[in-house]
């Protein structure tokens, strides 16, 4: 198992796009107000992952060396064609966390859906720098990568198998539990699975929206297709 850090970049228009102001432009005070939080939110972020490399067998799903099983279609489908698949949980610690829960606690609603939102940007980027490092490594090696993959997410619709990823991962190394309702904490964590072989496609994005069915997704990203 390996552990990744990256340096976390927030930009602060896609906070501001996240809180609604897609379309119009936010007032001087909510610009203002998300500048401060962003500049203030550095001092709060711990990113770490930890990821490994799997080989599996294709066996009523995907199998894999513990002998666990990743049965749901969507999942196989994207995997099947793959080399070894790579699991990841990333995090950006606790510290973020209780600083939402501060600023809930004081009736600060606005700034802390402000922070709230500046921690799924945070966690968006990391997830997009490990998939392009990934994505590196897989072109030199003249193989693809899948897109990111995540258990109660897009067609991944089993949130229980977030059992799986952390029965194969040590994530103590970056302080990430799962509870027993299949959720991490800190809250501020995702966990990702990626296919990656010489069979497979490199997907045009890190993570696909057009397969979520939560089209009114506050998050949801719009896929400019390459025409190369």
């Not at 102001?21 to 711990?46: M, Q």
């Not at 966390?97 to 799924?120: H, P, R, T």
Request: glycine fraction near 6%; aromatic fraction near 10%.
């Amino acid at each position: 198992m390996q552990n990744k850090t990256y340096s976390v970049e927030i930009d602060k228009a896609l906070v501001l796009k996240y809180l609604g102001y897609k379309d119009k432009t936010p007032p001087a005070d909510i610009t203002d107000e998300v500048g401060e939080c962003v500049d203030e939110s550095y001092k709060f972020i711990k990113s770490k992952i930890c990821f490994d490399r799997f080989q599996f067998k294709l066996k009523e799903g995907i199998l894999l060396p513990d002998g666990s099983v990743i049965t749901e279609e969507y999942v196989v489908k994207n995997l099947k064609d793959a080399d070894f698949i790579v699991m990841a949980v990333l995090t950006l610690g606790n510290d973020i966390d209780d600083k939402i829960s501060e600023l809930f606690a004081i009736n600060d609603y606005m700034k802390a859906m402000i922070y709230d939102v500046i921690g799924n940007v945070a966690l968006e980027y990391m997830g997009k720098r490990f998939w392009q490092d990934l994505a590196k490594e897989a072109k030199d090696s003249k193989a693809g990568i899948t897109q990111s993959l995540s258990p109660g997410t897009g067609g991944w619709k089993d949130i229980k198998d977030q059992r799986i990823i952390f029965n194969n991962l040590g994530t103590s190394s970056i302080g990430v539990q799962l509870t027993d309702t299949f959720m991490m904490k800190p809250v501020k964590s995702l966990s990702m699975v990626y296919g990656i072989g010489k069979r497979v496609k490199t997907s045009l994005v890190d993570h696909d929206c057009a397969e979520c069915p939560l089209v009114d997704c506050p998050y949801r990203r719009e896929v400019i297709k390459c025409t190369n």
